[in-house]
């Protein structure tokens, strides 16, 4: 959370900085909240952990990954 709103701002504007740490904290709330129970039945079918694992390390470099390509460099 260190830079979130730095970046919110740099992004979007200091006009629509409420709304966009809003809907930022309310994706990340849904995303706490149906994370697990989504990985305990992946985990059911029995694919294991080491799926689940590499599934997650996978999404996060995606994440991290697109809005880079989204912001326009001057």
Not at 10 to 28: I, K, M
Not at 36 to 41: C, K, Q, S
């Amino acid at each position: 959370m260190g830079l979130t709103s730095v970046i919110l701002v740099d992004l979007l504007g200091l006009d629509r900085l409420t709304n966009a740490f809003g809907l930022l904290l309310l994706f990340q709330g849904i995303a706490s909240f149906l994370g697990p129970p989504i990985a305990g039945m992946i985990n059911h079918i029995d694919v294991g952990f080491v799926f689940l694992m590499a599934a997650a390390m996978k999404l996060t470099v995606y994440c991290n990954v697109t809005p880079c390509s989204l912001v326009e460099i001057d």
